[in-house]
């Protein structure tokens, strides 16, 4: 979208997961922002740039590959502010030490800061602030002061006044950073003296300005999944091209929420949408799957098989391609963890970025009003449609349903698969030691995201009585010391676990219904217990691990406004039970854990 405002915030990308969040949140308060390469030439800045901010990223300052930004920018006479790998950077560039850290750090941390620095006025002493990191800044280069000190960093904030640039190792963009915006705030209007001058009412009118240009005189097909960003994407085309150039296909994949498809039908139907059609897939689906374990082919195969879909639909319309677009409900999420930055690293591939869209996206044959929006903006356009809240505020689903949340494995559980070393076994002890806890890993994997770097690492479980503080500080230090883990869950029921086999599993239509049947329960409890806006996503995981038989569910309640960062939800201990019970009630379920990782180091699915 094109910038109609005088003045900007611009941020050098330099690859990590949250720079379209730190782009969001300067939006939130009502700046422009712009993101561009790292190494945008310093002379190209100068006019309407009131302030520079380079992100954090997965790199390391000493890569020889490593983003770098134009030196001239710190001679500009430009506020700076660098974030995470930014933070290192400034100081690498500018006369400082950077070292390898001990440990990575991940997660909730204490920050104590000068509260004389300029960005820390109002913010307490201490404060919590989001770390994802493993480099550290050793020594500030001259001119520089420390500004703040964290648990895992004695630099984690620096500040020269005079120049007026300053960094910090934490994420002040994140919501669980608490004075995170507070602190962009002092940046933003202190520092650089910007005014407010965008909204997303204003934002919404250049979406649709844009989109009128970018289809032409093409109409538009819109894959429906049933999620809030599908429906909204589906709503707004309609209102901009009209409803006789807008046809909406939901595909039934077989990996839906329990009787989602009629629930689609009904709601669009209730809207006055006739320009719809839903197609049961879900024998293709599961016929282009079987046999596959590996979580990526899966995402891959998925979005594939909607292309093939799509293609065919549009050929019984007899509907020339070409005149026709593909519509999506593509948010920045999505595309940020596919890792289509330059210097991002891929969390997960998502099916709406497989390799066939993507050929439709460089022949300009895809429109995605929503792809610089996040969640919370998503739902905000949503009610400034009409939508009902009902829909608006609906739980979002991942475009491959159930089938990244049914866990896949071809091997029988072997004692010697997995095993934690000596040294592993050490640090975990450390954590637990003033706790009534047990452990073991578990022999799969799930992926992660520590140090804006992709993870695919083993869960730990927990098991006896437990709070929840406890469980949330073990879960954030353990990943932090152990490469091997990347998730802890804790055991509901049984109360603990002597032994059990990990089953040879795929993806069959029976445990797709016992899955769906899962999912119903516990999502049914949380509806009841007036929890849907509070948790934002509720993922219902099956792993193969079986006791009698069966197969086990993980629990993973979520709270967050963006989606790039998130904490697990503390669900009350009475419901808790009362949703265990359930759960061990469905066939074929054996045992029911807690996912309790935030994320970092967590990623929202375990696919």
């Not at 960093?153 to 300053?166: G, L, P, T, V, Y």
């Not at 002040?172 to 407010?196: A, M, N, Q, R, W």
């Not at 046999?291 to 050929?315: A, L, M, Q, S, Y």
Request: hydrophobic content about 35%.
């Amino acid at each position: 979208m094109k910038n109609k405002t005088h003045e900007k915030i611009v941020i050098l990308d330099c690859g990590s997961q949250f720079t379209h969040l730190i782009s969001k949140k300067v939006r939130d308060l009502g700046v422009y922002s712009e993101i561009v390469m790292p190494d945008t030439r310093a002379s190209s800045l100068v006019g309407t740039c009131k302030g520079i901010i380079i992100s954090g990223g997965p790199s390391s300052v000493f890569s020889d590959d490593s983003p770098k930004v134009d030196p001239n920018i710190f001679d500009l006479d430009i506020p700076i502010l660098g974030i995470c790998y930014g933070h290192q950077l400034i100081a690498h560039m500018l006369g400082g030490e950077v070292a390898k850290g001990e440990k990575g750090e991940y997660g909730k941390s204490t920050l104590e800061c000068d509260t004389n620095c300029s960005l820390f006025e109002d913010v307490p002493q201490k404060s919590v602030v989001w770390m994802s990191h493993f480099d550290e800044v050793k020594e500030v280069p001259e001119g520089f002061s420390v500004a703040a000190a964290a648990e895992g960093s004695d630099i984690a904030a620096m500040a020269n006044e005079e120049r007026k640039i300053f960094s910090m190792q934490f994420h002040p963009e994140v919501t669980h950073t608490e004075y995170g915006e507070t602190i962009l705030s002092h940046f933003l209007f202190d520092v650089c003296s910007v005014k407010k001058t965008w909204s997303l009412e204003q934002y919404l009118e250049e979406i649709e300005d844009e989109t009128r240009k970018k289809v032409g005189d093409r109409s538009v097909f819109v894959l429906l999944s049933g999620g809030v960003d599908s429906l909204v994407v589906f709503t707004l085309l309609n209102k901009i091209l009209s409803k006789d150039r807008v046809f909406g296909l939901h595909v039934d994949t077989g990996f839906m929420r329990k009787d989602e498809s009629k629930e689609i039908a009904d709601a669009m139907d209730t809207l006055g949408y006739k320009n719809i059609k839903i197609v049961d897939a879900s024998q293709e689906f599961f016929d282009n799957v079987k046999g596959v374990f590996d979580p990526e082919e899966k995402r891959k195969i998925i979005g594939r098989t909607f292309i093939d879909v799509f293609n065919r639909e549009v050929e019984k319309l007899y509907l020339d391609s070409h005149e026709w677009m593909l519509g999506q409900g593509t948010i920045y999420p999505d595309t940020i963890e596919s890792g289509r930055t330059k210097h991002a690293d891929t969390i997960k591939t998502h099916h709406n970025r497989v390799a066939e869209i993507e050929k439709l996206i460089l022949e300009g044959r895809v429109v995605e009003p929503l792809e610089k929006l996040y969640k919370d903006d998503v739902r905000k356009v949503g009610e400034v449609l009409g939508l009902p809240e009902k829909l608006v505020w609906r739980r979002p689903f991942p475009g491959p349903g159930l089938a990244i949340m049914a866990l896949c494995t071809d091997h029988a559980y072997d004692d010697s698969s997995f095993t934690l070393s000596k040294e592993d076994n050490e640090v975990i002890d450390e954590c637990i030691s003033d706790t009534d806890l047990s452990y073991f890993p578990l022999p799969l994997k799930s992926v992660g995201v520590q140090g804006d770097e992709r993870t695919y690492a083993h869960p730990l479980v927990l098991q006896g009585d437990s709070d929840y503080e406890t469980l949330e500080r073990v879960a954030t230090e353990v990943p932090n010391a152990l490469k091997s883990i990347n998730r802890v869950v804790w055991l509901l029921h049984p109360k603990k676990i002597e032994a059990f086999d990990i089953k040879e599993a795929t993806l069959t239509k029976e445990r797709i219904a016992v899955l769906q049947e899962a999912h119903a329960v516990a999502n049914k409890h949380l509806e009841e217990a007036g929890l849907s806006k509070k948790i934002k996503e509720m993922p219902v995981v099956m792993i193969p691990l079986s006791l009698n038989g069966g197969e086990s569910i993980v629990l993973r309640p979520l709270t967050t406004e963006n989606f790039m960062t998130i904490r697990f939800f503390r669900i009350p201990g009475g419901l808790l039970k009362e949703m265990t019970d359930d759960l061990l009630n469905v066939p074929g379920v054996d045992a029911v854990f807690y996912d309790v990782t935030n994320k970092p180091p967590g990623t929202v699915q375990w696919e």
